[in-house]
């Protein structure tokens, strides 16, 4: 399901707010997965404080955010611009692909409430194809 | 038979208790037919769905998401019991209806979406985690019957 033109444009732009928040918005989505599906804490095993105010979430959920952003500002080679995190993942952190789906909702779920008026039905679609498309480039090492 | 917590009640009931049953369901629905656009293949008698506006001007789409919604409000009243409580609606949708039990995953998920954009941080991640649960729930009850 590839990204349309409009598809791109509507994640530019509601990044374009995303983007400036990175830290509280990628601790909120971090945090929020860690809290509603404890199945992913065991990826987090060496963290001392997994709630949405921790430290140690905060400086992860930025990582995260920010990588994302890269894939937005690379929308046109989201393989290209996974490629060493994919590497990572698969090898290094062995992430089961299964729980990007998890993570890819609670940042839907967290880009809805800070952005309720922009997060329009077209865009939540826009979106919601966009991390598809970086859980697809984020597995491509996998095996 | 599924346990719940003090906390876990009190998050569901107290957001339920401020919620337009109407427009989220409306909301709700209206964004699995467009972020999901193959749902529509249950509801060819609903006339115009033919893009994102249309969708969200649709009186049966309105309806109906009213009707889900209304579902689900039994469901939060009889939480120690959504399993006996949706046995003939989950017999309804396996056997007359024959929607892909999928479908519950992504109502569930996309509602939560809309309770987000609703609430804002009221929707804190602790009132979050307890309506992910409800949602499973509910879900794994539609989801009984079928075979």
Redesign the interface.
């Known amino acids: 399901m590839p990204l349309t033109d409009a598809d791109k444009k509507h994640v530019k732009s509601i990044w374009s707010k995303a983007s400036g928040k990175a830290e509280e918005l990628g601790a909120?989505a971090l945090?929020?997965m860690l809290?509603?599906?404890p199945n992913t804490k065991t990826y987090f095993s060496h963290y001392s404080d997994l709630?949405?105010e921790s430290g140690q979430v905060h400086v992860h959920g930025k990582k995260i955010f920010d990588a994302l952003t890269d894939a937005v500002n690379h929308i046109n080679d989201i393989t290209g611009a996974m490629s060493a995190l994919s590497t990572k993942h698969a090898h290094t952190l062995r992430v089961d692909p299964a729980n990007f789906k998890i993570l890819s909702?609670t940042i839907?779920?967290?880009l809805?409430?800070?952005f309720?008026a922009d997060?329009?039905?077209?865009v939540?679609?826009a979106c919601?194809k966009f991390l598809a498309e970086v859980s697809y480039a984020l597995a491509e090492k996998y095996r | 038979m599924v346990h719940w917590t003090d906390e876990e009640r009190q998050a569901i009931s107290s957001t339920w208790a401020e919620i337009n049953v109407e427009e989220v369901g409306h909301q709700a629905l209206?964004?699995v037919l467009?972020?999901y656009p193959w749902t529509q293949r249950y509801f060819s008698t609903f006339g115009n769905l033919s893009n994102?506006t249309a969708?969200?001007g649709n009186p049966k789409v309105r309806a109906h998401g009213k009707r889900v919604l209304d579902a689900l409000g039994d469901a939060i009243t009889h939480l120690d019991n959504v399993s006996a409580t949706y046995a003939k609606l989950s017999q309804l949708h396996s056997e007359k209806l024959h929607v892909d039990p999928e479908n519950f995953r992504l109502l569930g998920?996309t509602l939560?979406?809309?309770l987000?954009?609703?609430?804002?941080?009221a929707?804190t991640?602790?009132i979050?985690?307890a309506w992910?649960?409800l949602m499973a729930v509910v879900t794994a009850a539609l989801s009984k019957q079928y075979y």
């Open positions: 909120q945090g929020r809290d509603a599906f709630s949405v909702h839907l779920v967290v809805a409430l800070y309720p997060f329009t039905p077209e939540h679609l919601d | 209206a964004r467009v972020v994102a969708i969200a998920e939560i979406i809309s987000a954009a609703q609430f804002g941080a929707f991640p602790d979050q985690a992910q649960k």
